[in-house]
C-alpha cells in the first residue's frame, strides 16, 4: 500500500555536495556528517549509507539512541561522535562500542570513567568548552578540576577532541560575538597546551561557521545542512557568491519531497475556500486538494504562502494547511488531473522548491521542516 507522499534521495546529489565539501575542508581534516533530527529529516535508516558510499566514514549525532541507530547499520565500520545527550544507562554501552562523546560537565566525566572501568576500556571523549553560547560546555573556572581527572584516570579516559559551538555564525548580526568565541577557543586551547595536554582534534565548524570564517575549520568540520544541499541562511549563501566568481550554486538538494493530486474544483468570485476566511477567490478559480498537511510535516505556518510545483510550474498553497491536505490554485495549470505529481520540496522540470524559497520565513524553516517530515514517509533512494 503507498503511503500519500514519498521522499526521494538523489544519491548523485548528495556525492556532489560531499565532493564540494570534502574539497573545500581539505583532506588533512576529518570531515563528519551531521545525521541528528534522523539525518535533517533524509532518515537515519538510509541516509548514512548513501553518505557512506560517497566516501563518509566518521558520524555526529545528537543522543545515544541516534548512535545505537547508527551502529546497528555499520557495526565499527565508521566512527560516531555524540555532541548531546547520552542516557546514563548507554554510557558503558559507548565505551563498549568505541563511542566518541562530549563531555561538558563533572557529571558526565565520572560517568565516562565508571563506565570506563567497568568495561575495562578507555572513554574516547571530546571536552566542550564554554565559549560563549552558554548552552552545554565546561567554563574556564573547572578547567582545572577537569584536567585533574583526566590526568589521574590517564588511561581509562582517551581525550579525541577540545570543541566549541558557535552561537549562529549564519547571521552578521551575530560577528563580534562568533569572533569573541573564537578568540576564547583558541585562548583555551593555549591554556590545555601550556599544561602539556596531549595534541588532540580541536573541532569548532558547523556549516555556517565553515563558508563564513574558513579558520574556525581547525582539525575537524561538523557539517550538516549543507550536504543536503541547503545553505544555513541567505547570508551565508550570498558572502559564499561573494567569494566565488562563477556565482552558481554548487550545492544540489538531495530531497524531492512528492505527491500527487486528490481532487479538483472549481469555486466561483467571492467564496471562501478551505476553513473560515483566510483566502476568498477574487476570480473564479480551479482549485485542488492535495493529501499532505501538517500532521505529516507540512508546515501551518506555510497556510497561503506555501508554494509547489505542478506540470513545472509554480502554484500557490491556497487558505489554511490541514491536518491532512491542503488546497492549491491550479487556475493557470492546463488540464491538471487527479494523480499529477505535485512536488512539495525538491525539483521539476527547471523550477525547484526549497523552503527558503518562500519569501519573508525565515531559514530556520529550512532546519525545522525537513527535521519534521514524519519518520514513516517512505524514503526512496534515486540515481
Ligand atoms: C547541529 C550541529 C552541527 C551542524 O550544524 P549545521 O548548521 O547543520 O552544519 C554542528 N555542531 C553541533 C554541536 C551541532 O549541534
Redesign the pocket.
Known amino acids: 500500500m503507498r503511503n500519500t507522499s514519498v521522499i526521494e534521495l538523489s544519491k548523485e546529489a548528495l556525492c556532489n555536495n560531499l565532493r564540494f565539501l570534502k574539497n573545500r575542508v581539505g583532506d588533512e581534516r576529518v570531515y563528519s556528517s ?1 545525521v ?1 533530527g534522523n539525518a ?1 529529516g533524509h532518515g537515519i535508516e538510509v541516509f548514512p549509507h548513501l553518505a557512506k558510499d560517497c566516501g563518509i566514514r566518521h558520524f ?1 549525532v ?1 543522543d545515544s539512541f541516534e548512535a545505537y541507530t547508527l551502529h546497528q547499520s555499520f557495526q565499527n565500520h565508521v566512527k560516531i561522535m555524540i ?2 545527550m547520552v542516557e546514563p544507562e548507554a554510557v558503558e554501552w559507548c565505551v563498549e562500542n568505541d563511542i566518541e562523546f562530549y563531555v561538558f560537565d563533572q557529571f558526565r566525566l565520572q560517568q565516562a570513567l565508571s563506565a570506563a572501568k567497568k568495561v575495562k576500556k578507555p572513554a574516547r571523549i571530546h571536552i566542550e568548552l564554554e565559549t560563549g553560547m552558554n548552552r552545554t560546555g565546561i567554563p574556564r573556572k573547572l578547567f582545572e578540576v577537569t584536567l585533574n581527572t583526566i590526568r589521574e584516570n590517564e588511561p581509562l579516559l582517551e581525550v579525541k577532541g577540545l570543541c566549541t ?1 558557535f552561537a549562529g555564525a ?1 547571521s552578521v548580526a551575530n560577528y563580534y560575538r562568533i569572533q569573541r568565541q573564537y578568540k576564547m577557543m583558541h585562548n583555551h586551547i593555549k591554556w590545555f597546551e601550556k599544561r602539556g595536554f596531549p595534541r588532540v582534534k580541536h573541532h569548532t565548524a ?3 561557521a565553515m563558508i563564513n570564517f574558513p579558520k574556525t575549520m581547525m582539525d575537524m568540520v ?5 550536504q543536503y544541499g541547503y545553505w ?1 541562511s541567505r547570508e551565508t549563501f550570498v558572502n559564499f557568491l561573494g567569494k566565488n566568481p562563477d556565482k552558481h550554486d554548487p550545492l544540489k538538494r538531495v530531497i524531492t519531497w512528492k505527491t500527487h493530486l486528490m481532487d479538483i474544483k472549481s469555486v466561483k468570485t467571492g467564496e471562501f475556500v478551505g476553513y473560515g476566511t483566510t483566502f476568498m477567490a477574487e476570480n473564479d478559480i480551479t482549485v485542488a486538494s492535495i493529501p499532505v498537511g501538517y500532521s505529516h510535516g507540512y508546515s501551518r505556518s506555510l497556510s497561503n504562502h506555501g508554494r509547489v510545483l505542478l506540470h513545472g510550474q509554480r502554484v500557490s498553497v491556497i487558505g489554511l494547511v490541514n491536518m491532512n491536505m491542503m488546497l492549491i490554485d491550479v487556475t493557470n495549470v492546463e488540464n491538471p488531473q487527479p494523480g499529477d505529481e505535485v512536488v512539495l520540496i525538491g525539483s521539476q522540470g527547471d523550477l525547484d522548491i526549497s523552503v527558503a524559497s518562500f519569501g519573508e520565513l525565515s531559514n530556520q524553516l529550512n ?1 525545522e521542516l525537513l527535521t519534521r517530515l514524519p519518520k514513516d514517509i517512505p524514503r526512496i533512494i534515486v540515481d
Open positions: 551531521v541528528k535533517y555526529s545528537f555532541m548531546g559551538h549564519e558547523c556549516s555556517a561538523r557539517i550538516g545542512i549543507l544555513p532546519y
